[in-house]
């Protein structure tokens, strides 16, 4: 059983920098793969990045390659998305997700958090 919770979204303009936080429960975190999603409204869940359980191999999807960045604290159960040069169309709810393999298919993981909203103004 792992339960996620994000935090570090907001409201900052366009070009300016977020890092998002996702804190697991439990020991097991160093064994799940770990994985960001957004959602805008009226949008299907759209791929952001992951990364496998050590860290070695990362993941991004094309509309924020070069921009984000994902990491992963193992000793603190924590993943972060840095994200920079943000645009308005970075607008959405932001998910963690937790799973066995790294995958960029939201359906192929199980544990989820609540979200955290960013807002990107122009």
């Known amino acids: 059983q792992v339960q996620l919770v994000e935090s570090g979204g907001g409201l900052v303009q366009a070009g300016g920098s977020l890092r998002l936080s996702c804190a697991a429960s439990g020991r097991t975190f160093r064994r799940y793969a770990m994985g960001w999603f957004r959602q805008a409204p009226g949008k299907e869940r759209e791929f952001v990045a992951a990364?496998?359980?050590?860290?070695?191999?990362?993941y991004y999807g094309d509309s924020v390659k070069g921009r984000f960045t994902i990491s992963r604290d193992n000793a603190k159960n924590t993943v972060y998305l840095q994200m920079n040069s943000l645009k308005p169309e970075d607008t959405a709810v932001y998910f963690c997700a937790a799973d066995t393999l790294a995958t960029m298919t939201p359906r192929e993981y199980y544990y989820w958090g609540q979200g955290t909203q960013v807002t990107v103004s122009s």
């Open positions: 990364i496998n359980w050590n860290g070695g191999s990362t």
